[in-house]
């Protein structure tokens, strides 16, 4: 089966960086995504990685390892406006869109 | 201002009966999806539409029924509900048929199913 695997609650400080991985195991692979999840709100695309390596898009960094099936999104600098949950998905090999549950990011000041 | 509006925003539902979320953008997007989302699980896909006109089953569309007579509109229709469909439903659009993984979500309708 298909499966996306991310920690359920990560705590942080304001002003520090965390790192949330993400590892998967998928038929196939035609990308990874992050998105961010603001309580009671839609889904907001934040980074898309396909090659292997860091993609840098200002305080927000995603990584990819294909061979390990592994990403990383890095948060830099955390604000308070970061509490929020974060979602991995895969695109597979039939370019359906397969989720993580979601790690929820708790920023303290 | 242009996006994906939802409607109805929350709705409590009695068991065995039938309900439509409705779906429209204006953003003249090709594709749109209809998820779920429950605590716990991530999101799954119901039915998708690649273009007006075509449909697709996701991965739980038991229950579910779609249609895509325009462009804009993609409603999503339960027949009769049942309990388990208590969840949060989003709809989402992306710019081309073919999915490139960039999705715009609506607000969501939490739906209560009694």
């Known amino acids: 089966g298909q499966n996306i695997d991310q920690p359920t609650e990560m705590t942080a400080t304001e002003g520090a960086i965390v790192q949330i991985n993400c590892t998967y195991q998928?038929?196939?692979?035609?990308?990874l995504f992050w998105y961010q999840q603001h309580a009671g709100e839609a889904p907001t695309f934040l980074s898309y990685?396909?090659l292997d390596g860091l993609e840098e898009k200002g305080r927000f960094s995603s990584f990819l390892s294909r061979s390990k099936g592994y990403s990383y999104l890095l948060l830099k600098e955390l604000q308070m406006k970061d509490s929020a949950s974060y979602l991995c998905a895969v695109m597979d090999s039939n370019y359906q869109l397969i989720w993580g549950a979601g790690t929820k990011l708790i920023i303290k000041p | 201002i242009a996006g994906i509006t939802q409607a109805p925003t929350s709705q409590i539902l009695a068991a065995g009966r039938r309900m439509t979320l409705r779906c429209t953008q204006d953003m003249r997007h090709n594709a749109m999806y209809w998820y779920r989302q429950d605590l716990g699980l991530g999101l799954r896909l119901i039915h998708y539409?690649?273009?007006?006109?075509?449909?697709g089953k996701g991965e739980v569309p038991d229950g579910y029924s779609v249609s895509r007579a325009n462009t804009d509109d993609f409603p999503l229709t339960l027949a009769s509900a049942v309990p388990s469909q208590t969840s949060v439903y989003f709809c989402?659009?992306?710019?081309?048929?073919?999915?490139?993984?960039?999705?715009?979500f609506g607000e969501g309708s939490r739906l209560t199913v009694l």
């Open positions: 539409s690649n273009t007006a006109g075509t449909t």
């Open positions: 990685n396909v």
């Open positions: 989402a659009s992306s710019p081309k048929s073919l999915n490139t993984g960039e999705l715009f």
């Open positions: 998928t038929s196939g692979f035609n990308g």
